[in-house]
């Protein structure tokens, strides 16, 4: 995959999935749900108050067909029964529509209608930066708040998963700090430095693990030249591990906003697909993700 746009491309081959948008009463998650519809790459069913809903629908002027709408005004208990469609086969894939992340997850995680797998639950933001004419994987930006070392592993376990089904066969991880050498003051340097022996002596399999390393070391060959650093990721990196949440969400909402290039996202470790997207993110990005779960809930089902 060149550009994040062939998503919609790989989804259609995947064949058409039905989708559970939970709180569907949200603006820029219909619209790219419209367009996905459109495209012939699911079904929709839209759960949430039908009285928004259809206000919504009417003033686009969207054609229904291949959308059922489910009525239920309360967020929480919408997310429950999305949550619960998906879990009873009724739906491929789960979307976060106007609900908040905490109560979806909520959800998600119950013992008795939730997705869990017994794994991590860990977000993956791909980033197309039209600049550097390609695409980065960055993880986790979204759910996971201050992750340990063993969290650390799944999380890049997770992407490392999703990176060879979109047929990056052995991707080159980066772990990233502010700095490229191991100190005790900065413990995100002892993790990196950590996973970097874990991945040569075969813990963390089917990638190049490096780090630390910091951001531009990461992603330029000539910051890596001037700061001397000899790495098989330096400068050509694929996927970028973040130290905790805060600085996975800065940067990816920095390169959102400023790289001004296409973007998608998805939750990996549950029993299906959940499309995980920003509130601000507008409709392309929003069905990018969606082409990008579809094609997961192909690989899956």
Same mark, same amino acid.
């Given at each position: ?12 081959? $995947? ?8 709180? @569907?009463?949200? +603006? $820029? ?7 996905? &519809?459109?495209?012939? !790459?699911? +079904? @929709? ?22 959308? *059922? ?73 979204? !759910? ?14 997770? %992407? ?13 991880? %980066? &772990?990233?700090? @502010? ?36 951001? #531009? ?20 990196? #694929? ?6 949440? *805060? ?32 509130? %601000? ?7 990018? $993700? !969606? ?7 192909? +690989?899956?089902?």
């Amino acid at each position: 995959m060149k550009k994040l746009r062939e998503l919609v491309n790989m989804a259609r081959d $995947s064949g058409v999935k039905t989708l559970a948008l939970t709180s @569907a009463e949200e +603006r $820029s998650a219909l619209e790219a749900v419209y367009l996905a &519809v459109k495209e012939g !790459i699911i +079904r @929709a069913l839209l759960i949430g108050d039908k009285e928004r809903i259809w206000s919504i629908i009417k003033d686009r002027g969207f054609d229904v067909r291949g959308m *059922e709408i489910i009525d239920e005004k309360d967020p929480v208990v919408a997310a429950q029964r999305a949550v619960k469609i998906v879990r009873d086969c009724q739906a491929d894939l789960l979307m976060k529509g106007l609900v908040k992340t905490a109560d979806l997850f909520k959800a998600v995680l119950d013992k008795d209608i939730g997705l869990r797998t017994g794994r991590l639950l860990s977000h993956v933001f791909l980033v197309e930066i039209p600049r550097k004419r390609r695409w980065y994987a960055l993880s986790d930006a979204a !759910i996971v708040i201050s992750p340990t070392l063993p969290e650390k592993v799944q999380i890049i376990e997770n %992407a490392v998963t999703l990176m060879h089904l979109l047929g990056v066969n052995e991707p080159k991880v %980066a &772990v990233l700090s @502010a700095i490229e050498t191991v100190n005790p003051a900065i413990p995100s340097t002892l993790d990196a430095a950590a996973l970097t022996l874990m991945a040569s002596r075969g813990q963390i399999k089917g990638a190049i693990v490096d780090g630390p390393l910091a951001l #531009d070391v990461a992603i330029s060959k000539r910051c890596a030249q001037v700061k001397g650093v000899k790495s098989p990721v330096a400068g050509d990196a #694929d996927l970028l591990i973040v130290p905790n949440v *805060e600085a996975g969400n800065l940067m990816g909402k920095a390169l959102l906003h400023a790289g001004g290039g296409a973007v998608a996202g998805v939750v990996m470790g549950a029993r299906k697909p959940i499309v995980l997207t920003s509130r %601000a993110e507008g409709p392309e990005g929003k069905y990018l $993700s !969606i082409a990008l779960g579809v094609f997961l809930a192909g +690989r899956m089902s």
